[in-house]
């Protein structure tokens, strides 16, 4: 089996995609990949544009106001596409035979948990940064904590919820 | 599933080719055929039955 490129892994682990990256998989992922494309870009630019029009009569605030409410829900937008047409192919599905199925479960809720810390470490430099308080402090330590848990544990119950048994 | 982790597919694309739900790529015909030791004929047409449908 060929070994996958970086940027394969990287396309795998966005659309979720266990096992291999076969020709229906890659198909579907690349026309979910154009159509988002085309529904972010086109409400982006719009907003833009609008934005740009809106600072010429009215004040930068407006305008700028204006854009990232667009691009927000451009990018709701785009995140329930591609999410809806992720699960209609089936394309995250992560089938396994009875016999790994312990094993399944386990990758699964380590992958759940080291999503958890890494959302948590994250979410602990962004937030002591924009309050300018100190990355080493009590708040940052239960932030950091409750970030991993929270979102470890439903990082794992998601990843686990994609396992298929398949019965032969 | 012993058939797609021999060819390197998913048992998904194995079981929505069977379904007529996907048509493969030539390549991945090829492959099949070759696996399951038979030609293309065999493996995607029924002979007899084609023109019924």
């Known amino acids: ?168 | 599933m012993a058939l797609a982790k021999e060819i390197g597919v998913a048992r998904q694309t194995i079981n929505l080719i069977e379904n007529d739900k996907y048509n493969p790529s030539l390549d991945l015909c090829l492959h099949l055929a070759h696996t399951l030791d038979t030609d293309l004929n065999s493996l995607f047409w029924d002979g007899e039955n084609y023109e019924e449908k």
């Open chain 1, 1 to 168: 089996m060929k070994k996958s490129s970086l940027f394969i892994r990287y396309m795998k682990f966005w659309y979720g995609i266990e096992g291999p990256l076969d020709e229906y998989k890659r198909t579907q992922m690349e026309r979910i990949g154009n159509n988002a494309f085309f529904l972010t870009w086109i409400p982006m630019n719009f907003f833009f544009l609008l934005s740009m029009a809106l600072n010429s009569f009215f004040n930068s605030k407006v305008a700028y106001l204006t854009m990232m409410f667009g691009w927000a829900a451009t990018l709701c937008v785009f995140s329930g596409y591609t999410n809806h047409e992720i699960k209609k192919y089936g394309l995250n599905t992560n089938e396994v035979e009875e016999k790994d199925l312990v094993q399944a479960k386990k990758r699964a809720r380590i992958r759940g948990w080291i999503s958890g810390l890494l959302f948590g470490f994250l979410g602990t430099i962004v937030l002591s940064w924009n309050n300018d308080s100190k990355l080493f402090s009590w708040a940052s330590l239960i932030v950091f904590v409750l970030g991993t848990v929270f979102f470890g544990l439903f990082a794992s119950i998601m990843f686990s919820s994609r396992i298929k048994v398949i019965k032969e």
